[in-house]
């Protein structure tokens, strides 16, 4: 018999791909399924602590009551910010489904050069400049607020402690190493392994819905992300100036 513990989260679908491999597009096709609100980090802004928690709930092997806080009101969550945390959640909500998105290694590694490692390579640019004094007020300004909102934390934690550096020295062999790891740890009952390029047939027979009349949703690619990265910058910097930190 299944114990729900008092103020569960009521995840029910949870992703664990690595993002930049269909993500997004998993979140909203899980909303129109009904699966919502579906978490995604895309999603938050910066004004609240989520990136502070989820870097702790990763370095803690987070218990279920953390995992509770975290996800409490979504009904689906997806992203690396959950395929990070793949063993805590799996023994926090084992009834879930869970579903690990997927794509080719050589384009993955093409599409995270171009967009995710930016973010990991320009953060550790502004502190190599902090470092040596050269960094300009914006570098200083943008890192004493990344890490205020605990987004320094989270990119060190992801790409150094997760992936171990590997996302720059083999990407492909990093998705590689992810996808067996998700593999062998969820019972494949419980998992779909699913590229979004497949559409809805495969992912509705998973979960037990009809299929929608409308369009799967192919949402967030390589430009669209570097337009949403820009919109996410501006009213950062918007913040910040309102704030008087700027």
């Known amino acids: ?14 992703g664990l791909g690595l993002g930049r491999t269909g993500t997004v597009s998993l979140c909203a096709a899980l909303e129109i399924l009904g699966f ?22 990763a370095k803690d092997d987070a218990s279920p009551e953390v995992l509770d806080d975290i996800f409490r009101g979504y009904v689906s969550a997806t ?6 945390l793949a063993e805590p959640l799996y023994r926090a909500y084992p009834e879930a489904r869970f579903i690990l998105t997927t794509r080719d290694p050589a384009k993955w590694a093409q599409s995270i050069n171009k967009t995710t490692n930016r973010t990991y390579i320009e953060h550790k640019g502004r502190q190599s400049r902090i470092a040596s004094g050269t960094a300009s007020k914006i570098d200083i300004i943008v890192s004493k ?14 790409n150094e ?70 919109v996410w910058w501006e009213k950062f910097m918007a913040d910040l100036s309102e704030s ?3």
């Open 79 to 84: 992203d690396s910010t959950t395929a990070v």
């Open 1 to 14: 018999m299944t114990v729900t513990r008092q103020y569960q989260a009521p995840l029910k679908v949870i």
């Open 161 to 230: 402690r997760y992936h171990q550096g590997r996302l720059n020295t083999d990407p492909e062999g990093e998705l590689e190493r992810h996808n067996k790891y998700i593999i062998q740890l969820i019972p494949p009952e419980k998992l779909l392994i699913f590229d979004v390029a497949q559409g809805w047939k495969p992912l509705v027979k998973f979960l037990g819905v009809p299929e929608p009349i409308q369009s799967f949703p192919h949402l967030n690619d390589a430009v669209s992300f570097e337009e949403e990265c820009k």
């Open 145 to 158: 607020n990344m890490e205020e909102i605990g987004l320094a934390d989270w990119v060190e934690f992801i």
């Open 244 to 246: 008087g930190n700027l």
């Open 36 to 57: 919502g609100p579906c978490h995604h980090p895309v999603h938050l802004g910066v004004e609240n602590d989520f990136w502070r928690k989820i870097t702790k709930a």
